[in-house]
C-alpha cells in the first residue's frame, strides 16, 4: 500500500477577505491536520483567519480554456492540481 | 541559484521546421508571454526538464537548512535565535512549495525525496560547504540567499505557471533573509577584533562558493540555450554572476572587508568589475561528491527521512482507522 | 523569603521552562518526518523563544536592570529554574512530542491562571502566551492520539516515552515557599491545586491515545528550586552559551 500522505489543496480567506482563495497545497494524514498543517505553512497562525481543505483527488478541474487546433488539450493526462494563486492585497498579512 | 548544470532532457533546441505542429503551437505559447499550465500539453522533454530544475531547486532549499540549522543551538542572543530559526523555517516552506510546483508536473513528493536520498537528484554546490563560525550565518543569509535572488527574481517570469507562482512567494521572503544576513555580518564586522576576524574568515571562505553557485559558463551550452528558448532559464550562467559580483563588491567595501581575489578591479570599459574565475576543478569534485559535507548532508537528509517513518506511517494509520469508524457509522 | 525574591523565582522559573524547551524544541529544525512537521515544531520553538524574553524580560527588569540575554546565556546550571521535563533529550519525535504535550497541558492550564494575576505585567504575558499555548496544545494531543492509536510500532513507541517521561511530571505541581508567596499575593496558582485539571486533561487524551499512564506517583525534581537538574542541561548551556561565554562583552 502506497503510504505517502494524501496531498490536501489549501483555501484560505483573510480577516477581511471575502472569499476564500487558494494558496496553495501541502501533505496530511487527515483533513484535521491538512488544517492545522495549512495553519502553521500558510498563516503562521495568524487568528481570525478562515481556512478550507480539500483533498486534492477529489477536485475537478475544467480544461484549459484556449480552444482551437493550436491549443489542443490532451484527454489523456491525469488529473494535475493548480497550485500558487496569486493573493490579493486586502488578505496580505496572512 | 539552487539549480546548476540542469540538464534539458533534449538534444538543443529544436529549427522551428522540424517542430510538430503542437510543439511549435507550444513554443509560440510561450514566446508570447502565456503561462503554461499543469494541464495543458507540453513536450515530455519540458516536463521531464522541469522536474529536474524544481526538483533540484527543493532539494536545495531542505539541504541547505542543515549548514545554516547547524548554528540553531548556538545563536548568541534570543533574538538571532528567533531571526535564525525563522529564515531555516522559510527554506523549509521553500522547498514545500517547490515540491508542490513539481507535483502538479506528476511526480509525488516522496517520489522526489527518494531521488535526493538514493543520489539520483541533486542540489546546489553550497551547501557542501560547512559553516564554522557564527558569521558564516551572515555570509550565508547576504552571499548565498543574495546569490540565489539574482536567479529568482527572473524566475518570477518563468513560463511554467506553478513555478513562477511558488517563486514569487519565495522571492517576498528572499529579500528579508539577504537582509537579515548582511544585518547579522555587519555587526560583526563593527564588532571587536575577534569578531571581524570571523567576518573575514566566512568571506574567504564562502566568495568563491557563492560564485559557483551560478554554475560553469553555459553561454555554449545546448542545454542552456533549450532552456532560455522554454523560458524556464532567463538569464546565461555569466551574466547573473558578474551581477552578482558588481552588486557585491560596494556592500564588502561598506563591511571594510576584503573579497580574497587580488585581480578584482573596476573595468571602466565594459562598466563591470573584471573578477578571477573560482577554481571550476573544485566545483566538479563538489558536485562528484567530493565537497567537504556531501556525505553529511545526505547522511542527515537520509536519517531524517529513516527515522521519520514510523511517525508518517503511523500517523496515516491513525487517519485510516478514524475514516473507516467514520463510514461505520454512518 | 520577600515577595520580590519570591516574584522573581516565579518568573525565572516561567522563563526558564519556555528557554529550556524552546532550545530542545529547535533541535529538529531540518530533521523532522515530514516538512509540514519541521515548519510546526519551528513555529512552536519561536513561540517559546518569544515568550522567554517576555518572562526574562520582566525577571531582568526586577533583578536589577538585566537583560533576558544576560540572564539566559550568563547563569550557570545551578541559577536556572525549569522543570527537569523540559531539559530530557529529544530521543525520538514520539518523546519529543510527548514531552511537548505532557508539558503543553501544564502550561495552558498555568496561564489560564495566570490571565487573572493580580500583576498587570504577568496577566498581559499570559493573555498573550495563552493564545500560542492553546495551540500547542491542540497540536501536539493529536500528534500523540495519532501515533498513540497509530501503527503497532508508533503505539509501542509512544508508551515508551511516556513511561520514560512520567516520573518528571510531578515536579510541575510541587508547591513551596516561593509558590506559597505567589499564591498569597494572588500572583500566581498554587501548583498543587491544578495537579487535578491536569490529571483530567492528560487521562482523556491518552485514553483516546490508548496509551496507559503509569501507576507510580514518583517524581523527580531538583529543577524548579535548581537543587539538582539533570546531567543534561549542562551540556545543552555549553551550546546555548558558548559564543556570549568565548567573547564577553561583545555585542551580536
Redesign the interface.
Known sequence: MNNEWPLWEIFIRGQHGMSHRHVGSLHAPDAEMAIKNARDVYTRRNEGVSIWVVEANNISASSPSEKGPLYEPSESKVYRHPTFFDIPDEVGAM | MYAQMVKSAGTGVKPREEMTEQERAFQDKIDADIKIEPKDWMPDDYRATLIRQIGQHAHSEIVGQLPEGNWITRAPTLERKAILLAKVQDEAGHGLYLYCAAETLGVSRDEITEMLLDGRMKYSSIFNYPTLNWADIGAVGWLVDGAAIMNQVPLQRTSFGPYSRAMIRICKEESFHQRQGYDAIRKMAEGTPEQRKMAQDAMNRLWYPSLMMFGPSDKDSVHSAQSMAWKIKINTNDELRQKFVDQTVPQAEYLGLSIPDPDLKWNEERGHYDYTDPDWSEFFDVIKGNGPCNVDRLAARNKAWDDGKWVRDGLLAHARKKRAKQMAAE | MTRDEAFSQFLLRMGDNT?ILG?RV??W????????????L??T??DL??Q??MW?GLAGEIDGGKS??EL??LRDAWDFRNVLLVEVPND???RTLMRQFLFDAWHSIMLGRLMKSSDEQVAAIAVKAS??VT?HL??SS??V???G???E???A?MQEALDYLWPYVGEMFVSDEVDTEMAAAGIAPNPADLREEYDALITRVLTEATLSIPDSRFAHKGGRDGRMHTEHLGHLLT??Q???RA?P????
Not at chain 3, 29 to 40: F, K, R, S
Not at chain 3, 249 to 252: D, E, P, R, T, Y
Request: charged share 25%; proline share 2%.
Open positions: 528557554l532550545h529547535s533541535e529544525c531540518g530533521h523532522a518526518p515530514v516538512l509540514e512537521e519541521d515548519i510546526a519551528a513555529n520553538a519561536l523563544i518569544g522567554t524574553q526574562l533576558a540575554d539566559a546565556f525520538d519525535f514520539g493564545k500560542e495551540y491542540e497540536r493529536d500528534t492520539v495519532g501515533l492509536d497509530g501503527t510500532e508508533s503505539h513507541r551550546q546555548m558558548w559564543l556570549q567573547y562583552g561583545a555585542s551580536w
